[in-house]
């Protein structure tokens, strides 16, 4: 078999594995530091006006409340992908199911609680839906 060396000092250790060590800790903290300067250039970048909608971004569909094809089809391309990391933490078991939750559902368990708190989340939004004029 083929198995990979986990080595720490890196963000897949801190990500993936969930390691706090120093030098896990060290890594994570660079790779952000990076992520959050890469992010305020970009935001830097594009002129903007107060409350102007950025279309195709889950920014401008969650934030922004911007509801175009564009900005619908990022927002769900965005849970598609936060459900499936999820799933698949779920299935490492570095993080456990909440049964009885509506997120515990989305894991992906079937347990009759689960489904239970889904059916009742439907139902709520079905009803909010309609009561809304």
């Given at each position: 078999m083929?198995?990979?060396?986990l080595?720490h000092?890196?963000?897949?250790m801190?990500g993936?594995?969930g390691?706090?060590?120093e030098e896990c800790r060290?890594?994570?903290?660079?790779?952000?530091?990076g992520?959050?300067?890469r992010?305020r250039?970009d935001?830097?970048?594009?002129p903007?006006e107060?409350?102007e909608v950025?279309h195709?971004?889950?920014g401008?569909y969650?934030?922004?409340g911007?509801?175009?094809?564009?900005?619908?089809?990022?927002s769900?391309?965005?849970?598609r992908?936060?459900?499936?990391?999820?799933?698949?933490?779920?299935?490492?078991?570095?993080?456990?199911?909440a049964?009885?939750?509506?997120?515990?559902?989305?894991?992906g368990c079937?347990?009759?609680?689960?489904?239970?708190?889904q059916r009742e989340?439907?139902?709520r939004?079905k009803a909010?839906?309609?009561a809304?004029?």
């Open positions: 083929n198995y990979r060396v080595e000092g890196t963000l897949t801190y993936c594995w390691c706090r060590c060290a890594a994570s903290a660079t790779y952000q530091r992520r959050r300067q992010l250039d935001v830097a970048a594009v903007r107060p409350g950025v195709g971004t889950t401008g969650g934030f922004r911007c509801r175009c094809q564009e900005c619908r089809a990022a769900a391309a965005y849970k992908a936060y459900r499936k990391a999820r799933r698949q933490r779920v299935a490492w078991g570095l993080i456990e199911i049964h009885g939750t509506r997120l515990g559902y989305d894991d079937r347990c009759e609680e689960c489904g239970r708190a989340r439907t139902a939004r909010a839906k309609t809304a004029p």
